[in-house]
């Protein structure tokens, strides 16, 4: 039986359209606030990546990569590209206010990380992805190169706080931290043991892609300014991605794309111990890697089970892995996948319930909709880890109100698209 919320789609809760908005409702963060509402940021678009569109001061190359990615991609006239928009529930997920706008940034689409700090104010963080298109391009010749650099990069992460439950925001801070051309949506927020914020993010180690490594950043002035604490990776793997939580145990830990590895810190982020598998993947479709362990969530229940939420192959989407000792084993029906909690949830994010149980958000995407060709749907589940004594696994559970079937039977859209982003 499904028990699936949608909670915005091309049909549902649909955004005011605007400019641009070509039914696309996906890439949703969830976080649980103080006065218990829930709160759920997301991208408003047209596509995968809802850039700023067209790009005549981009070379014909753009318009053909665009034309292959969307039918009509060429030429979608998105001025300001997507927006970031909220929506919230004051009723455990039942129903949810009409979306408005949380910020409008000129190719800052989607919300990468949604944090609330114990002192109560609310962060966002955004990529502003201007410069996807060179990122793989960039001239080895040195004039060119210098030009392409001085032009494109690097790109930023936008830092948003609210003070108001997410009512109203302002943007506080940008930061590249320590890299020089390609960043990934900003990956969490974490609260530092003084209280000040940690962030996690990831890039290229190199122009044109040569390895994707995950830094951590600090900020002791609530978001205005970011210091590098630490660069951490693989000499042979990407670490890509991420969500950076703290265990029960006391240290930091995190799961990276596209192999799976866990690494986890003793000092608050300062140093990080060897990353190690806990899947068992293998590159397929003649790929370098696997592409799992996408991003999702990591959180921690009442009771000390650390929770990892992720999609991507071989597992598909609505990935739950979980364990009952800080990560070092971990709870999974095979060993290249978690258990399911939604086969439609892209890119999971969640929350704690009051009752311990844990509500999901994730997208469904790639469907033509009444808006455009590339539609999406942020839907929801809520479920729990069994207890030790039931056995291993999850239990979905039902959220109040109306509840509405997914948009068709594709479950790969998010997939595919990927693999045009990557083309």
């Known amino acids: 039986m499904d028990r699936r919320k949608i909670i915005v789609s091309p049909t549902i809760n649909t955004p005011a359209p605007f400019v641009g908005f070509g039914g696309y409702c996906g890439w949703p963060r969830v976080c649980r606030l103080h006065n218990g509402d829930l709160y759920v940021a997301f991208s408003a678009g047209y596509w995968h990546a809802s850039w700023v569109n067209p790009r005549p001061d981009l070379p014909d190359e753009y318009r053909q990569y665009m034309a292959r990615a969307m039918a009509g991609g060429a030429d979608w006239h998105a001025p300001t590209g997507g927006h970031i928009m909220w929506t919230r529930s004051a009723d455990d997920g039942a129903t949810w206010t009409p979306p408005r706008d949380l910020c409008v940034i000129p190719d800052a689409y989607a919300p990468g990380a949604l944090f609330q700090h114990s002192d109560g104010a609310l962060y966002c963080g955004a990529l502003i992805q201007r410069s996807h298109f060179y990122a793989g391009r960039i001239p080895s010749e040195p004039l060119d190169f210098l030009r392409i650099m001085d032009e494109h990069f690097p790109e930023q992460i936008a830092i948003l706080r609210s003070e108001d439950q997410g009512e109203s925001w302002c943007e506080v801070g940008r930061t590249s931290g320590p890299f020089l051309t390609r960043l990934e949506h900003p990956c969490s927020f974490t609260e530092a043991e003084d209280g000040s914020l940690l962030m996690l993010i990831d890039g290229h180690a190199q122009p044109n892609g040569a390895r994707w490594v995950n830094a951590l950043l600090h900020s002791s002035d609530r978001g205005a300014t970011w210091q590098t604490r630490s660069l951490f990776g693989h000499p042979d793997y990407d ?175 998010g997939e595919a698209a990927d693999r045009k982003i990557e083309a």
């Not at 959180?299 to 071989?314: E, K, Q």
């Open 239 to 413: 670490v890509e991605e991420g969500h950076c939580a703290r265990l029960p145990d006391g240290r930091l830990g995190t799961c990276s794309r596209p192999w799976g590895l866990w690494m986890t810190s003793a000092d608050d982020g300062f140093t990080w111990d060897q990353p190690r598998p806990i899947l068992e993947l293998s590159p397929t479709g003649g790929k370098a890697h696997p592409n799992g362990c996408k991003k999702g969530d990591l959180l921690v229940t009442a009771d000390g089970t650390v929770v990892l939420l992720t999609c991507g192959a071989p597992g598909g989407n609505g990935q739950v892995l979980y364990s009952r000792d800080s990560g070092e084993t971990w709870s999974m029906p095979a060993p290249d996948r978690g258990f399911t909690a939604d086969t439609y949830a892209y890119y999971p994010s969640a929350c704690l319930m009051p009752d311990d149980s844990i509500f999901m958000v994730g997208d469904h995407q790639g469907f033509a909709n009444p808006h455009g060709p590339f539609g999406a749907e942020v839907l929801a589940t809520r479920f729990r880890i069994l207890s030790a004594e039931e056995g291993e696994g999850v239990e979905v559970l039902e959220i109040g109100g109306q509840l509405h079937p997914p948009w068709g039977a594709a479950t790969d859209g």
